[in-house]
Structure formats: C-alpha cells, structure tokens
C-alpha cells in the first residue's frame, strides 16, 4: 500500500536531459545539505553520543526512495514493506523496531525519522535521519544488555508511527515512549533536533526545485543515480573476478561464555552483477549479538568499500543497486529469527568491513587492508551522585586503522565515517569522573611495511559509586595482518581498584559495581600490518621509537636494532634482517591471524588467566 501511494504522489514526472553545469550545481548542493542536516543537529541534541561523536546517519533520497546522498545508505525500502498506512503532506513516521522495518535500523537504540518531502501535493523526495539514542529503557542503562535472550528485554519497541501528522505532532504517543525511558529529557532534545534537521532537507529540495523546477530537480537526481550505476558497474567489471572468492572471520564471544561466532561469505560475478552470498554463517545467537543485516545496507557497505579503495571520485548514492545481489540465510547470525535479541549487534557490524577487506582484497592484493574495523567498543557508567541526581554516560572507544596499500593507519581512530571522540573536558565537566590517561598504546599495531594503527587507552577514574559496562570483542581473534603484515593486538579492560588490586574484565559485562577511586584502563585493539615489517624503511620505525609509537625493544620485529631512542645501529639491523629472511620471516602468506581458533584460545587461557568461550549453543526458532 505504501509503495503504491508513493508511486501516486510522487506521478508523473518528465525525464530532461539537463546540461552538465545544472547537474553539478544539483550535485554539489545536494552534498552540502546533508552536511547541512549534520550541523542542526550537532548544535541542537543533547546527548554527547550525538552532539559529540556524531553517532547518527542523515540521508536524502528521490521520490522512489533511493539515496542520493547519505552515509549510510536508503532506509527507506524496509520502511516501505513495513508500513501499510497513507504518506502524506505533514507526516513525518518514527521507528526503532529492527523487525518493523527489514532491518533498516538494526538495534532498538537507533532511532529512524522519516519525512516525505511535498512541493504543492507532490512528493519530490524524502528526508530520513537515524540517531543512537543513549537510553530506551530495558534491563540495563543504555538499553544494550549484553545477556538479553530477546529484543522485548532490550528497551521499548517503536513500530512505524506517524509521530508527526498533518504537521502536527502526536504528543500523547512521544509521551509514552518518553515515559519507557531513563533520560527522556535528552531523548525528546535528540528527536527535535532530528526533526529539525529533516526539516531542514525539505526546504532545501523545495528552493532547488523552485529554482530549476520540478522535472529539472527529478531528472538530475536521476542522472546523479544512472551516472553511479554506469561507474560501479564498469568497476566491478574490472575489480571483481567471476571466479568464487571466500572469506570468514569471528565474534569473539556472546558475553555469555559462547564462541566464537563465524561469519563466512563468498563473492563472485555473474555478467555485470556481482553476488554475496552469506552461508556458511553460524546461526543465530542465544544472546544479543545478533545483527539484522538489511541486504539494501550491505550493498551500500559493499559499494563504499569499493569505491572508497578502487576509485574515491565516484559519487556515492543507490543507483548500483540493481548491480549487486546479497543472499543471507535466514536463521543465521546476520538475519536472526525475531525475537532474538540484537543491542550488542555493533562486534558483528564491525566485522563485516574486515570481512569486506579480506574478499575484496584477495584478487588484488596490492588493494587489499589489513584488519582493524574491528569494533566499536561501547562504555558505559551510570549511577546517582551524593546530591541524589542520576547520572548516565554512553561512549563509544575508538581503536588502530589497519595497514592499508597507501601507507599507515592512524592510531587510535576511528573507521566510522566522521565520528569524533567526545572532548576530555566535556565528561569531566559533565559526569563524575576524571580521565587518568587519554594514549595509544606503543607496539600494538601490527608491525608492517606500513604499520597498523595503535591501540588507545582511556583510564576512566570514578569519582562516585555506580556502575558500569564494557562491551567490546577483539579480545581472542587477532587484527589479522596482510601481504606479510603482522597481527595488532588484542584488546583488554583492566579495573584497578581503589586499594591498588587489579581486575582483567570479560569484553562484555553490564552491571560491574565500581567505587569512588576505582579506576577502568580501557585498552582498544591495534591494526594489523601491511607488507613485510623488514621492508619498513628503518628511519622511519626509528621515528616510530622518538614519537613513542614503537618502543626500542618493539622496533626488532622490523628487524631494526635501536642503539637509544634515536639512533639506529646499522650493522645490527643489516644482520637482523637478514635473519629474518633466512628463518622463513618473509613467506608469502596473504593473511596472518596469529593462529588457529584453538590456538588462540589455548593462548588467551595462557596469557590471560581468562576461560575463552565455548562451543555456541545456537538458538534455533521459527520467525514469528
């Protein structure tokens, strides 16, 4: 019904040939209103999720419902199949419900605004924003319990509603979802600030519209979209071989003693289209680390990967979607049977992009990076101060960018598109805490030709009794290295308390009680490396060492012997390396994982003192 009404309103539009200037005038305003949208909200939300890391995704696409512009590719096709209800001018729909919407969102945290945009009764586009809301309610602070066994458990449930009708808002429906949440007052500033933002998008399209007119401003969105189709479709024909490649890598756990957790794709090419093909992926989870992969998303993941490594000119927008077909099992760990629970989905999204570098890289080796979009680790610390006033912080960690064929990762950074770290000041300002430390970790980068990205430390010292909790992964499969690269390391959660004893945390826990003194070092993962560590130019690890990047002992597995922080000992290097490459060091081996999975969980026991996960108990159930 939907899809029906959208075709009516949006009916009938004339197709022009447009001169190439309008086109670029088109384009390059229809970039800068979504970096538009992000500036209302940034200075209009209040939780520092959004306001400060910037974790939300805006998106303005044509009247069919394909991206034009965005970040995170076309909501708008899950909304479609999930409502059966009228569009129409002053409505604006709300959702948070992953099931509602084929996986258009993929956890109830986010929350996806939807506007039609109308110019004179005719839909000319749509407007769509989605924002990690720092609280929903459910069984924990942050609405991300790590042992939820269904998504009821995990906060309240938003289908498609229209939160917004005949331009009106609907309060007595925000009201009770505000009602269901811990921190409503920055929930209702972060919708508001959306709404705004979309809002935003809808006046602009009108001015453009106005300007050019209404076929002009469709046809050039149009072209925007062939012209993108045109450029993918001859980069696949030159990048993906027709040949099948094969990819797997791991969740490390479930945060309930089981893993871990393998996700395994293929990719080929048939014609001109190119397949993924997700079996062989575990099934689903018993806990919540599920993650509803929309196929429409992957695309867009799959696409920007291409064009992010092949050819970063290319456009980015929908118009390759007809050049892709992903198959994803359903039951698996990517496409779990409702209810199962999805929170603590983000360990699986991340590890779809190492999953991506691995099968793309394969057939073109000199494109190919190493491991290191490998989370994205999530801390959380809530409570009440002594004056009674509750308090509640949602973080997101940021970890080392692997080796990549065009040189280092950076250290301590993060893989998403535009997200920053929240400033030091604004958490001390803000919550009962004080940052201890605030540094990359020498060494943990996997040591490389090019050199994988440190990991980062953040020792949060606490300031009041509470609570906290960690959720990362990394912790027992390694950043993998290429092309000769090494692994980066492992990521830890190390709680010193008061009285000095120290404490190695499990990568997923809620609900650990802290004092005032304690104090969490929150260690990251590093990248893995790029090319042989022995082919690293020596002054440059030397520089490595100065900065505090590599210490004097670390520089040896670049096969560089330090005489102090500065000087370099030539004969003891050319000895070195010639060692290494006498003992096998230099073999040609694409990927370096640091072991098999038993391996790794024979030395994590080994090193850590930590029992690694078992074999998964899958949950197996019929959708509902």
Known sequence: MAAELIQKNAAPFERLELDTITLDIIENAMKNLRYEMDAVLFRTAMSPGIREQHDEFPMIANCEGKMIVGQFGSFIHGFIEGYDGTIEDGDIFLTNDPYSCRGAISHANDW???????????????????????????????????????????????????????????????????????????????????????????????ELSERFGDDEFYSALDELLERNKRAMGQLIANTIPDTKQYFEDYVCDDGMGMG??????????????????????????????????????????AGVFMIMVFDPQIMFNDGFYDLM??????????????????????????????????????????????????????????????????????????????????????????????????????????????????????????????????????????????????????????????????????????????????????????????????VLNFDTWGGGGWGRPYERDPLVVAKD???????????????????????????????????MRAVGEDREEIFNRGGTIEQLKALCLEQTGLEPPGKPKFQIRKTG
């Open 112 to 206: 996806l605004l939807l506007m039609p945009i109308f110019k004179e009764g005719r839909l000319i586009a749509w407007a769509s924003m989605f924002g990690h809301m720092t609280d929903i309610g459910g069984k924990v602070p942050g609405s991300l319990p790590t042992d939820a066994r269904q998504i009821f458990e995990e906060g309240i449930l938003v289908p498609p509603t229209k939160i917004y009708r005949n331009h009106e808002l609907q309060e007595d429906i925000l009201n009770i979802i505000l009602h269901n949440c811990r921190l409503p007052h920055w929930n209702r500033s972060d919708f508001n600030a959306i709404i705004a933002a979309c809002r935003l998008a809808s006046k602009r399209c009108n």
């Open 325 to 518: 077909e992903v198959r994803i099992p359903q039951g698996c760990l990517l496409k779990p049977n409702y209810p199962a629970a999805l929170s603590c989905r983000t360990h699986a999204l991340g590890r779809i992009f190492d999953v991506l570098s691995g099968l793309l890289g394969q057939g073109n080796p000199d494109f190919l990076c190493a491991a290191g979009f490998s989370d994205s680790p999530h801390f959380m610390y809530s409570g009440y101060t002594r004056e009674g006033e509750w308090y509640q912080l949602y973080q997101i960690g940021f970890g080392g960018v692997p080796g990549r064929p065009a040189g280092d990762g950076p250290d301590g950074h993060s893989l998403w598109p535009s997200f920053t770290n929240v400033p030091n000041e604004f958490l001390e300002c803000n919550f009962p805490l004080r940052i201890e430390n605030y540094v990359t970790l020498p060494d943990t980068g996997g040591p490389g030709k090019h050199r994988g990205g440190n990991a980062l430390r953040i020792s949060y010292g606490f300031l009041e009794d509470g609570e906290i909790s960690v959720h990362d992964d990394r912790w027992l499969t390694y950043p993998w290295g290429v092309n000769g690269g090494l692994p980066g390391r492992r990521s830890r959660k190390i709680l010193v308390r008061a009285d000095g004893t120290e404490e190695l945390l499990h990568s997923k826990r809620d609900r650990i009680k802290v004092l005032a003194g304690d």
């Open 545 to 579: 060492v100065d900065r505090g990047l590599v210490t004097i002992e670390g520089a040896r597995r670049y096969g560089v012997v330090m005489i102090d922080a500065v000087s370099i000992d030539e004969d003891a290097t050319d000895r070195l390396r010639m060692e």
């Open 260 to 301: 871990p957790y393998k996700i395994a794709c293929s990719m080929w090419r048939e014609g001109d289209k190119v397949v993924f093909d997700f079996a062989g992926t575990d099934p689903q989870s018993v806990g919540s680390i599920n993650f509803y992969l929309n196929e429409e998303m992957f695309k867009m993941f």
